[in-house]
């Protein structure tokens, strides 16, 4: 069994050091295009054969240390009565967007095992068919991220919508985070009890918050559910993009391994919060177009880094890129492994 991730996550500092890739399975991998040529995106996910069996492909295909659950931070979010649909090329849409008291006070809190009992299959299954290989990780969006897709109906540039309702209506805005709070709490509880063995928040949009405003309207709702997840035996990572500025304050606050993304150094990130924190990151996901000679050099920087912590779990700074080929994943995988032994 090969548990060289949750040693790390759990503060050991382990030789070879532990790596997975933030979105290991997708489009860049021709095993998931043949998957996904047969069905769509959402499809895929509701059917628990289909999403454990492309979950394996990057364990097999680059190595890594641990699986994520196949899934999307939105689904959740059908669950609580807005349509969701993925469409080639413009990404996620959200209808209808949620910027009225009315539209908040239509949105539902979920019952994981009667609203997305499919995730809870997949991760059934995956426990079985894993059989120990390497952990599974399940996931949730933060509260600000997944308020980002409901008030903007989709991805957007400016965040003007999201940014107008908490400053318009920030009584509004805190019932909408508690709410999505409470629905990644329960959704995180229902995962961990099918059987995933580490989960992490995904705050890709925080990073667009000023310090104060993250610290007001964000930050308190990622705590509630990390506490929610307290004492299940379960370490928590938080991810927060482009948070470099929010640093102190995520360290502050009680998760089991801080993400961070290419803009922080590690080094500065210990640094800054101290040697007793474990780390995840961070290698500028576009690294990977590097000539192997300076991507090695690349990563052996960041396992330095790493060492200076009290644990490092190599990552990417942000997801694989669909340009990227799958040998130079799998050379990412190897090299970190190569290096750090
Ligand atoms: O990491 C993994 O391998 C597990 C699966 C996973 C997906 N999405 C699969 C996916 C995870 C953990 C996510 C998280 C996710 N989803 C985030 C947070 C991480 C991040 O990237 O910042 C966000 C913001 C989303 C929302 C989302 N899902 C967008 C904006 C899009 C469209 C853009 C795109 O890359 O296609 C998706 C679709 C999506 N989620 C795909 C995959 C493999 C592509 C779907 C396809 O066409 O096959």
């Not at 990572?237 to 640093?247: A, K, P």
């Not at 090695?296 to 340009?323: C, D, Q, S, W, Y």
């Not at 050379?331 to 290096?339: F, I």
């Amino acid at each position: 069994m090969n548990d060289r991730f949750l040693r790390a996550c759990s503060g050991e500092a382990v030789a070879p050091v532990p790596v997975w890739l933030m979105r290991q399975a997708g489009r860049y991998l021709p095993a998931y295009q043949e998957v996904r040529g047969k069905t769509s995106f959402l499809a895929l996910c509701k059917t628990p054969e289909l999403a454990a069996r492309v979950t394996i492909q990057p364990v097999d295909i680059l190595g890594v240390d641990a699986a994520i659950l196949f899934s999307d931070i939105l689904i959740p979010l059908e669950a609580m009565g807005v349509g969701l649909e993925f469409h080639e090329g413009r990404g996620p849409v959200l209808d209808p967007p949620v910027r009225s008291r009315r539209d908040v006070e239509a949105l539902r809190p979920i019952d994981p095992q009667s609203d997305v009992p499919f995730v809870l299959d997949t991760i059934r299954i995956l426990r079985r068919e894993l059989a120990g290989r390497v952990p599974l990780i399940g996931f949730s969006g933060a509260p600000f991220t997944l308020a980002t897709y409901l008030i903007e109906g989709g991805t957007s540039r400016s965040f003007v919508h999201v940014k107008r309702l908490m400053f318009e209506a920030p009584g509004l805005f805190h019932r909408l985070m508690g709410l999505l709070a409470e629905v990644a709490t329960a959704y995180l509880q229902a995962q961990i009890r099918a059987g995933v063995q580490a989960v992490q928040l995904f705050d890709t949009w925080a990073g667009i918050l000023a310090r104060r405003d993250y610290e007001e309207f964000a930050f308190p709702y990622t705590e509630r559910i990390l506490a929610g997840l307290a004492g299940l035996g379960v370490p928590r990572i938080s991810f927060v993009f482009g948070g470099g500025h929010l640093l102190d304050l995520i360290g502050t606050g009680s998760a089991d391994v801080i993400g961070l993304d290419w803009r922080t150094d590690l080094s500065t990130a210990v640094a800054r919060l101290g040697v007793g924190k474990v780390f995840q990151g961070n290698l500028d996901p576009c690294a990977l177009f590097l000539p192997e000679s300076a991507l090695r050099e690349r990563i052996k920087t960041i396992v330095k880094e790493g060492r200076r912590a009290r644990a490092h779990i190599f990552n990417l700074g942000h997801g694989v890129l669909p340009e990227i080929p799958p040998e130079k994943a799998r050379l990412v995988v190897d090299l970190v492994h190569e290096v750090s032994a």
